[in-house]
Antibody, heavy 121, light 107 residues
Framework: QITLKESGPTLVKPTQTLTLTCTFS??????????VGWIRQPPGKALEWLAV???????RYSPSLKNRLTITKDTSRNQVVLTMTNMEAVDTATYYC?????????????WGQGALVTVSS | DIQMTQSPSTLPASVGDRVTITCRAS??????LAWYQQKPGKAPNLLIY???ILQRGVPSRFSGSGSGTEFTLTISSLQPDDFATYYC?????????FGQGTKLEIK
């Protein structure tokens, strides 16, 4: 059974850097084709894809946010970390991580419960 | 960037209705299209991937079709548990884009 869980601060100040950790079980990020993605959702708004990291350490970012995002993995600890710099109030959102299902062409099939991050001074 | 446009934004319907939600891609994505259901305060739940393949455990009243740039999600007979927000998502390249969502509400 695949599970993922997001962790990190619930409150960050404007201009600070956000660091979120996705801890997962039920799969390995060293397996060919596997990936973990990050998605966010501002309150009452739509889902927005942020980044994905693959088993071979390839990384892809949302074009609109790529200058602020860094995604890394720690295969031995089954963790993926997302950092976002220069946080603003508009970055207030629930942040999700999700498993990329290789057999289904790369769809994000299993999601964590989400972590609400509020940006406020 | 590939843009995804869903319609309608809101869909009033009644239990037992047959409903269809449309998703259009700004360029061809072959069949690399997924549909998710999201309820308030919960993570999205994958319903359909590769445009028409039902995820394990999803009721058969849900179906998807389309390829290229035009896709549809159909619920054949609405059940009370189906009132939620639905999102399409493309995964054609090694990146992802979501539609803006369709809120299915009780008429």
């Amino acid at each position: 059974q695949i599970t993922l869980k997001e962790s990190g601060p619930t409150l960050v100040k404007p201009t600070q850097t956000l660091t979120l950790t996705c801890t997962f079980s039920g799969f390995s990020l060293s397996t060919n084709g596997v990936g973990v993605g990050w998605i966010r959702q501002p309150p009452g708004k739509a889902l927005e894809w942020l980044a994905v990291i693959f088993w071979d350490d390839d990384k892809r970012y949302s074009p609109s946010l790529k200058n602020r995002l860094t995604i890394t993995k720690d295969t031995s600890r089954n963790q993926v970390v997302l950092t976002m710099t220069n946080m603003e109030a508009v970055d207030t959102a629930t942040y999700y991580c999700a498993h990329r299902k290789t057999a289904a062409g790369g769809v994000l099939d299993t999601w964590g419960q989400g972590a609400l991050v509020t940006v406020s001074s | 960037d590939i843009q995804m446009t869903q319609s309608p934004s809101t869909l009033p319907a009644s239990v037992g209705d047959r409903v269809t939600i449309t998703c259009r891609a700004s360029q061809s994505i072959s069949s690399w299209l997924a549909w998710y259901q999201q309820k308030p305060g919960k993570a999205p739940n994958l319903l359909i991937y590769k445009a028409s393949i039902l995820q394990r455990g999803v009721p058969s009243r849900f179906s998807g079709s389309g390829s290229g740039t035009e896709f549809t999600l159909t619920i054949s007979s609405l059940q009370p548990d189906d009132f939620a927000t639905y999102y399409c998502q493309q995964y054609n390249t090694y990146s992802y884009t979501f539609g803006q969502g369709t809120k299915l509400e009780i008429k």
